[in-house]
Nanobody, 124 residues
Framework: QVQLVESGGGLVQAGGSLRLSCAASGRTFSSYTMGWFRQAPGKEREFVAAINWSDNSANYRYSVKGRFTISRDNAKNTVYLQMNSLKPEDAAVYYC?????????????????WGQGTQVTVSS
């Protein structure tokens, strides 16, 4: 069992930055693929980024490549999402997720555990 708690969301102007954190409980955190997803009002939840458990290889949604960076600190049981050059279209509730699938798995179904989400608002 893994419990996930996100933090770091908030209101930022377009072009600004935010760093999301996801604290995980459970002694097996280091063996899970960790992902970030987001859901805007009226839209389906979509993949943003994921990081492999073993070598920190990462996969990103095309629209965030070069702006967002996912990282993890297994010693702290924490995964991060650094978001730079934010755009209004990045505004959403951001969810942290953990699963046993490949970090190339962008499906919601590929992840077993989910956090409660943190709101990111980007003003234009």
């Amino acid at each position: 069992q893994v419990q996930l708690v996100e933090s770091g969301g908030g209101l930022v102007q377009a072009g600004g930055s935010l760093r999301l954190s996801c604290a995980a409980s459970g002694r097996t955190f280091s063996s899970y693929t960790m992902g970030w997803f987001r859901q805007a009002p009226g839209k389906e939840r979509e993949f943003v980024a994921a990081i492999n458990w073993s070598d920190n290889s990462a996969n990103y949604r095309y629209s965030v490549k070069g702006r967002f960076t996912i990282s993890r600190d297994n010693a702290k049981n924490t995964v991060y999402l650094q978001m730079n050059s934010l755009k209004p279209e990045d505004a959403a509730v951001y969810y942290c997720a953990a699963g046993r699938s490949s970090y190339y798995d962008t499906r919601n179904e590929g992840y077993t555990y989910w956090g409660q989400g943190t709101q990111v608002t980007v003003s234009s």
